[in-house]
């Protein structure tokens, strides 16, 4: 069974452009998170979605943005890059809104210059 | 507001036993884990604790008290390939906002 599959795994921008990140979920799971983990720090929440919907978000400006499509998978969009923005972007997946295991994917490494 | 506490560094010997502490005050709770990360990696999960008392999982035992809002990571027979960072991860409130502590680094030397 495919695990949480996040796509790409390196991305290189430039101030002010849009990027966009990919998680696919593991197979059955409904719910998906998103986390920045910039050098050396801890894992901070971005976006919940669960069943197509965005449950929560963590404290990040509106740039940060993202959906989650009928097929589960999700989507991580940040628009006017800044260079602060240059982190590990992590998706995690869940059974359903009350599961009790979570997943993670091996990170979405994306650098602004 | 929410908060998540543990340890920022530990060392250990190998072969040893290590007990790696959290402590959260959170809006809510619904459940605890433990995830281990590597430097560069993603975590790997390794615990799920909702309940009160101990959860065994070969060398690893994870344990929750719910009233003390307090739980340990116990690594035991450590090897070197135990080096890496652990992370307590609260499920708070109503909305299972998946919230991180700031992890321990460990460091296990021979």
């Known amino acids: 069974e495919a695990g949480v599959t996040q796509s790409p795994t390196h991305l290189i921008k430039t101030r002010g452009q849009q990027a966009t990140l990919r998680c696919s979920p593991i197979?059955?799971?409904?719910?998906v998170y998103w986390y920045q983990q910039a050098l050396g720090l801890g894992l901070q929440f971005l976006l919940w979605?669960?069943?197509?919907?965005?449950?929560n978000r963590g404290n990040f400006p509106p740039r940060f943005s993202g959906r989650q499509f009928p097929n589960y998978s999700s989507e991580l969009n940040v628009n006017a890059l800044e260079l602060e923005d240059s982190a590990l972007y992590l998706c995690?997946?869940?059974?359903?809104?009350?599961?009790?295991?979570?997943?993670f994917g091996e990170g979405s490494w994306l650098t602004v210059v | 507001g929410q908060n998540i506490d543990q340890p920022t560094e530990m060392t250990a010997t190998e072969g040893a036993i290590v007990q790696i502490n959290c402590t959260y005050q959170?809006?809510?709770?619904?459940?605890l884990f433990w995830y281990q990360q590597h430097a560069g990696e993603a975590p790997t999960f390794l615990s799920y604790?909702?309940?009160?008392g101990l959860e065994e999982k070969g060398r690893f035992s994870s344990f929750l008290s719910r009233s003390k809002g307090y739980s340990y990571l116990l690594l035991k027979e450590l090897q070197m390939k135990d080096s890496a960072s652990y992370l307590c991860?609260?499920?708070?409130?109503?909305?299972?906002?998946?919230?991180f502590g700031a992890g321990t680094r460990l460091a296990v030397h021979p």
């Open positions: 995690a997946s869940r059974e359903g809104a009350a599961g009790n295991t979570i997943y």
């Open positions: 197979s059955g799971h409904t719910s």
């Open positions: 979605y669960d069943e197509g919907e965005e449950r």
């Open positions: 959170t809006s809510g709770f619904n459940g």
């Open positions: 604790n909702v309940l009160d």
């Open positions: 991860a609260v499920l708070s409130g109503g909305y299972n906002k998946l919230i």
